[in-house]
């Protein structure tokens, strides 16, 4: 399976609003909160501009607006062309002034997330992580630990987006494995093969997987770039992520 992604940042989008559908701008303009309504215009130029490049579309203003995302019950985004569903799938993330979009064929469970490499608590650690997990976060390199702690928790979010559940589930439901070996034996007790290192080249993708309550896999890919951690799952064997120009 092939899965497409494309960033962008808060520097990248118009003042102008008129690349939304009239639905859009009618969402955005209900929003009062100045950096919720930064986000979700930073995710939908984003999520249009990709979606522009895998239909081969122009980017002007008026078909970007023929390009609508909306969110379901779930808050999941889909896809609109000219106000019919679209061929394709999406998932989208922003943090700190940048937005993920990957896109897929339909039917697909799938899902992306971008996390910031910040410090984390004692607390946060023992409140979100297994038992594995956190025994991988005591074997990796200490000035590496942040990092380690954004990308398990960013495979966590992905994830949860690929089940369409988002925090509602418990998130120690699930456990992720940012190394090509999963642990011998069986249970939360099981020691992994081989502990976490970096990349030679910090922004290559580098695989992923998550194992969700004990049966279901999600496998993916995860990359470094600057203080940012990307993730990508699917429920389908995932090729490398293609970038979209």
């Not at 339909?106 to 038992?131: M, N, Q």
């Amino acid at each position: 399976m092939n899965i497409y992604w494309l960033e962008q940042t808060e520097a990248q989008v118009p003042a102008e609003n008129q690349w939304l559908s009239a639905r859009e701008t009618v969402c955005l303009s209900s929003m009062r909160i100045a950096k919720r309504r930064a986000d979700w215009r930073l995710g939908r130029w984003t999520a249009k501009h990709a979606l522009a490049a895998c239909l081969n579309l122009p980017t002007n203003f008026p078909d970007l607006a023929n390009i609508e995302i909306r969110a379901v019950a779930s808050g999941a985004p889909e896809v609109f062309l000219r106000d019919q569903p679209a061929d394709l799938a999406i998932s989208l993330s922003h943090r700190a002034g940048t937005a993920l979009c990957t896109v897929a064929s339909p039917g697909t469970s799938f899902g992306c997330d971008l996390e910031a490499i910040e410090p984390r608590s004692d607390a946060f650690v023992a409140d979100y992580f297994t038992v594995n997990e956190r025994a991988l976060i005591e074997q990796a390199v200490v000035q590496e630990r942040p990092l380690f702690l954004a990308l398990l928790w960013s495979g966590k979010e992905s994830a949860l987006k690929a089940l369409r559940l988002g925090l509602r589930l418990d998130t120690r439901c699930m456990c992720v494995s940012p190394v090509d070996a999963w642990p011998q034996g069986s249970g939360e007790s099981a020691r992994f093969l081989r502990p976490f290192s970096m990349a030679t080249d910090p922004e290559e993708w580098r695989p992923l997987r998550v194992r969700y309550s004990g049966n279901q896999i999600f496998g993916g890919w995860w990359r470094l770039q600057g203080l940012l951690v990307r993730t990508v799952v699917s429920d389908l064997p995932l090729r490398t992520p293609v970038h979209l120009e």
